[in-house]
């Protein structure tokens, strides 16, 4: 085990100011937004000057990985991806950090930092309110798992070929997924149009049936009045529905039951000596009453009358997204004494119509895109309204028929719900798999060792320390801007007149503790200056513990002290 910095050279990237998005040196860069779980996506990189010698310092090159230095959630920090050239040339924000493989192959760090992100090891090391930071001084820190080099080759080719097949298989089971939806699909679709039970019947006896099924229809509760859809007798048709079988008949829906809005809730209802319990749209699921918060509402005993549900009532969504609008389940008293609210409407069977096989119709409806091209309103709230509703077109046949129909479509949807509760159970196994194979990666149990093999302690001690910063530093040192008749070193040069402070100098000719960025000033860094800002770390880490110590244990306003002071 050695430190991340001992494996690689680590740099925070530049930061972005207004008067950086114009200049001479227009630069593609990359920020946290372009780094994704299946690695860095180029649709939208954006330019901001970098000048030739930022471009040095802060330039991707083949190999470098980019971790995500900050973001919103914990669990996203470090979220790491490996750059492959895919820009001529390209830099990097400050919300990235560069690690730039030393005594590591790229494919093998890029395991480790995925392990970190799977385990949470990134998450606990995170800091900040509101955006979490994960620093690169706590980054250059962490603990890395070396392997010899020749191991890391194995381990990582190990890795990237079951990660293959974890999204091979997750790639397949999405395919049966979407097999088993469009076949629930069917079902519904059979169940609505008289294709699911074969019952053959003569004209004569399809005519007798479809007359007594007549006779049961319910009055209708409104005239429609300019339907695009009108036959002329009110009842609308399904331009695409194959014929209706011998003996099922076409009505509206307010034929086949009744069909009314809930109560509108207002704050005068909050309260009152006849409190109820009421459902609203985010009780009604589809094909699903959910109970875990109903709201109570004031109805008086006359309102209840109208608006109570009962066992067999169908509760759609009248107020929803478009995809959602029309959702229905049926109330089967699992809130006994419950009304329902404006943003639903109830659908009540009448006598010809069996409520389990209304519920069939209108979940084709809901699947096949009914619902959504009858709404109105905007993407984000539709509404499906009462009278559209009510001008449906409605298959009824009869009700032997829709009993028959009911049994046959639960039977096969209850055959496809449990297929498709195995699928995502597959599917929900696949994370779990992922962060065993990288823990089993990192602990060294996914490949066998060879004993040949040079060492990883060989190994550090053949390359050294990584040597990249101390490059980019030299170059900068070269190059020199003048002002006036004053000349100034570029960043990167050590403060103090060239040479680079002992922190705990500084403290002593403090003669106090001192808070972290009054070390910093006080020693002559820039904080404008990425390059110092590392120099500054650098040194930190060098003399923490040896000749300064923190005081306390706040991280993010250290204050530090001489350990002569200390004793």
């Known amino acids: 085990m050695v ?299 006359d309102e209840y009358k109208n608006y109570m549900l009962e066992r067999g009532d169908i509760l759609l969504n009248e107020g929803q997204s478009l995809e959602l609008v029309g959702r229905p389940a049926m109330f089967r008293d699992q809130v006994p004494g419950a009304c329902f609210q404006n943003h639903l409407i109830r659908f009540r069977a009448g006598a010809a119509v069996d409520p389990e096989f209304a519920l069939l119709v209108f979940l084709h409806y809901l699947h096949s895109g009914k619902f959504r091209s009858l709404a109105r309103g905007s993407t984000n709230i539709a509404n499906l309204g009462l009278e559209r509703f009510r001008a449906m077109p409605f298959p009824v046949p009869p009700l032997k028929e829709q009993e028959a129909i009911v049994k046959e479509a639960r039977l096969r949807m209850d055959a496809v719900s449990a297929q498709m509760t195995a699928v995502r159970s597959s599917m929900e196994r696949l994370p779990e798999m992922e962060r065993e194979l990288l823990a089993a990666a990192t602990a060294g149990e996914l490949v066998d060792q060879d004993l040949s093999d040079e060492s990883a302690d060989e190994l550090l001690a053949r390359l050294g320390e990584p040597t990249e910063a101390v490059v980019a530093l030299s170059l900068n040192k070269e190059k020199k801007t003048s002002k006036g008749s004053a000349m100034k070193k570029k960043s990167g040069s050590a403060p103090s007149g060239g040479r680079q402070p002992k922190l705990v100098e500084v403290l002593k000719r403090a003669g106090r503790p001192l808070a972290l960025p009054e070390l910093f000033a006080l020693a002559g860094f820039d904080r404008d200056e990425p390059e110092q800002v590392e120099l500054f770390y650098l040194a930190l880490r060098s003399e923490l513990n040896h000749t300064i110590r923190q005081v306390g244990a706040d991280t993010e306003n250290a204050v530090l002290q001489e350990i002569g002071d200390a004793a």
């Open 3 to 301: 430190k991340v910095d001992r494996v690689g050279a680590i740099r925070l990237g530049r930061q972005r100011s207004p008067d950086k998005h114009t200049g001479e040196h227009p630069t593609k860069y990359l920020r946290a937004a372009n780094i994704k779980p299946a690695g860095i996506d180029l649709t939208d990189v954006l330019t901001m000057d970098f000048t030739p010698s930022e471009r040095v310092t802060f330039a991707l090159q083949l190999g470098d990985i980019l971790l995500t230095e900050a973001s919103g959630s914990s669990s996203q920090v470090g979220r790491a991806a490996l750059w492959r050239g895919d820009l001529a040339e390209c830099c990097y924000q400050n919300t990235l950090i560069r690690f730039r493989p030393h005594a590591v192959t790229p494919e093998y760090a890029l395991t480790v930092f995925r392990h970190y992100v799977a385990s949470g090891a990134f998450a606990g090391l995170a800091r900040g309110v509101g955006i979490q930071h994960l620093g690169a001084s706590r980054f250059a820190g962490l603990a890395f798992p070396l392997p010899p080099l020749k191991e890391q080759t194995r381990i990582a080719r190990a890795v990237e070929d079951r990660r293959r097949e974890i999204r091979d298989a997750q790639l397949h089971l999405r395919s049966a997924l979407d097999h088993l939806d469009a076949q629930r699909k069917e079902i519904l679709a059979a169940a609505a149009h008289g294709e699911l039970v074969a019952l053959p019947r003569g004209v004569a006896e399809g005519a007798e049936e479809a007359a007594k099924t007549r006779e049961n229809l319910a009055p209708r509760t409104s005239t429609p009045q300019n339907s695009l859809f009108d036959l002329g007798d009110g009842v609308q048709s399904e331009s695409d529905a194959p014929p209706l079988p011998s003996g099922w008949i076409s009505v509206r829906v307010d034929e086949a039951g009744a069909a009314r809005l809930g109560r509108q809730r207002s704050p005068q209802h909050h309260r009152g000596e006849h409190l109820r319990p009421y459902l609203r749209v985010a009780n009604v699921l589809e094909d699903r009453i959910d109970t875990a918060e109903v709201h109570e509402m004031n109805f008086t005993p």
